[in-house]
């Protein structure tokens, strides 16, 4: 055997043997090679979960966001339904008692009731109106101005002349 030949293979045999020491030193066993392919695998779960959390947590935080809002609408919508339906009460009320009592109430107590009568009117009108503008700004837009005046029916003016005592 030549010496180059020779010396090629202790080269070869010890950059085997190099190898075989770095792995031994830096490659693990089978068992430890095992746990890390595990520990990779759940790093990589942990940060897929991380991702897939904060994903979920920002929609969450928006869907949580459009209830509160939904609720707020609501809330605001019953306040002036609310509103208007006490006024439209003491409205019908006032218009039952003027029709059937009129006879006994003197002429200038009739009178003043009446002007209160219609100018209550047009709050519980103006109201209305609001209340149709705001269903509308929420959504609720079909139909909805003949279906609030039709659950919420306004009675129609009074007029003095037709209570004058004669």
């Given amino acids: ?57 920002l929609e969450s935080s928006l869907l949580d966001l459009e209830n509160e809002l939904r609720k707020e609408m609501a809330q605001s919508l019953k306040k002036s339904e609310m509103k208007m339906l006490q006024k439209l ?18 002429q200038d107590k009739l009178y003043q009731h009446i002007k209160d009568f219609n100018t209550l009117r047009k709050e519980v009108e103006a109201l209305q109106r609001d209340f149709i503008i705001h269903r509308n700004s929420i959504g609720f837009n079909l139909q909805n101005y003949q279906l609030v005046q039709k659950l919420y029916q306004i009675p129609p003016p009074i007029k003095f002349n037709d209570y004058i005592k004669q």
């Fill in 1 to 57: 055997m030549s010496q180059y030949t020779q010396s090629t293979n202790n080269s070869q045999q010890k950059n085997n043997n190099d190898n075989q020491n770095y792995q031994q030193q830096n490659l693990p066993s089978d068992v430890a090679q095992r746990l890390a392919i595990l520990v990779n695998e759940d790093l990589v779960k942990a940060e897929y979960d991380a991702q897939i959390k904060q994903k979920v947590d």
């Fill in 89 to 106: 009460n003491i409205l019908n009320h006032a218009e039952k008692k003027i029709k059937t009592q009129h006879h006994l109430i003197q």
